[in-house]
C-alpha cells in the first residue's frame, strides 16, 4: 500500500506513523501542504508534491494542517475532499477537520447529539460577551480555532474581563465563552480509534493551575476508563465523523461528565509515553481497513447475472 501523509512538517508523530506503516509492509511519504500542486482542465487531472503522485496514493493521513490565509486553509482542505471524492480514503476525512477544528461546530454538534457539555456563549458583540460573562461567572474565553492550550484566558472578575474582551474585539475575534466546570483540578483526555477507546489518561497540572494539557507541562497517568465514559468519548467521536480522535472529558464535583474538545488532529505523544500504546499502529490498521474495505465494496453490489 502506497500512503502520503500530509502534514505542516515532519517530527515525531509522521516519524511513528512512517514506522508503523513500513513495519506492516507499506510504503509512505510525507508531504507538506504548501508543496501541493493542481493540474485541472488537462487530461488527467492531476495532484503532485515534486515526485510524489498523491492521486496514485492508496491512502491519505492528514496530520496538521499549517497557519495560513483563508485562502490557503481553503485550498488544503478542499484538496483532501477532491481527493476524497476521487475514491483515496483520507484518514482522517476532511469533514471531521473541518467540524473538530472549529470549536462552535463541535459543540453544536455534540449538543444537537445530546452530549453533555459545559455552557458555552458564542458571539461577535464585545456587549453579548461580557453579558454572557457576568452571568456565568467564572469563564474560559478561548480562541475558536486553537489546540494545545494556547490562547485560553480564565477570568471572573469584570473588569479583567472587559480588558481582555476590548483587546480581543479589536482583533475581530469571535468569543467563544464557556462556564468553568467545578472539578477536582484534572480531566481526562480518551483517544478513540474506530468504534472503541484504544487508551485513556488523566491530565493534572503540576502547578495546581487549570492548565492540564500534557504540551504545557500537565502531568498524565494511565487510567482504565468507565464504561460509561467509554461509550460518551465513542458517541463524540461518532459526531464529527473521525476515524480517530482525541476526547476531553471533565467531571464536575457533583459527579457529571462532561465532553470539553473532540480534536481531528489529535497528538498521542503523552498517551504513548504514559500507556506505552502503539497509537500509530493503531490508526495505521484502521487505516489499512479503510482501503480494503473501499476496495471490495464495489464487488458487494454488483449483480451477476
Known amino acids: 500500500m502506497r500512503a502520503v ?3 505542516a512538517r515532519t517530527g515525531w508523530h509522521t516519524d511513528e506513523l512512517r514506522r508503523a506503516l513500513t513495519e506492516r509492509g507499506h510504503t509512505s511519504s510525507v508531504v507538506p501542504y504548501e508543496s501541493l500542486r493542481a493540474r485541472l482542465g488537462a487530461a488527467p487531472a492531476a495532484l503532485s508534491s515534486g515526485s510524489c503522485d498523491l492521486l496514485a496514493a492508496d491512502i491519505v493521513l492528514a496530520r496538521i494542517i499549517p497557519n495560513g490565509s483563508l485562502e490557503q486553509i481553503i485550498v488544503r482542505v478542499d484538496t483532501l475532499h477532491w ?3 476521487r475514491g483515496i480514503p483520507v484518514v482522517n476525512p476532511p469533514k471531521a477537520i473541518e467540524r473538530s477544528v472549529d470549536k462552535f461546530y463541535t459543540t453544536a454538534l455534540l ?29 474560559i474565553i478561548k480562541p475558536l480555532f486553537g489546540s494545545m492550550g494556547l490562547g485560553m484566558l480564565r477570568v471572573s472578575d469584570p473588569d479583567v474581563a472587559f480588558r481582555a474582551v476590548r483587546t480581543l474585539e479589536q482583533l475581530r475575534s469571535v468569543f467563544y465563552v464557556q462556564q468553568v466546570i467545578d472539578h477536582a483540578g484534572a480531566d481526562v483526555r480518551a483517544f478513540v480509534v474506530g468504534d472503541t477507546v484504544i487508551g485513556a489518561i488523566e491530565r493534572r497540572s503540576v502547578d495546581g493551575g487549570w492548565r492540564t494539557n500534557v504540551s504545557r507541562g500537565g502531568r498524565a497517568r494511565a487510567i482504565a476508563l468507565p464504561s460509561a465514559w467509554h461509550d460518551l468519548a465513542v458517541r463524540a467521536a461518532a459526531v464529527i465523523g473521525a476515524d480517530y480522535a482525541g476526547v476531553d472529558l471533565i467531571e464536575s464535583r457533583d459527579g457529571r461528565v462532561f465532553v470539553l474538545e473532540v480534536n481531528g488532529i489529535p497528538g498521542w505523544k503523552g498517551l504513548q509515553q504514559a500507556t506505552n500504546l502503539d497509537v500509530a499502529g493503531a490508526i495505521v490498521d484502521l487505516a489499512v481497513s479503510r482501503v480494503r474495505l473501499d476496495a471490495v465494496t464495489p464487488l458487494a453490489t454488483d449483480v451477476t447475472p
Open 5 to 7: 501523509i500530509l502534514s
Open 83 to 85: 481527493l476524497e471524492s
Open 111 to 139: 449538543q444537537d447529539a445530546g452530549l453533555p457539555t459545559p455552557e458555552t456563549v458564542v458571539c461577535e458583540q464585545a456587549d453579548a460577551a461580557m453579558e454572557a460573562i457576568r452571568a456565568m461567572g467564572d469563564v
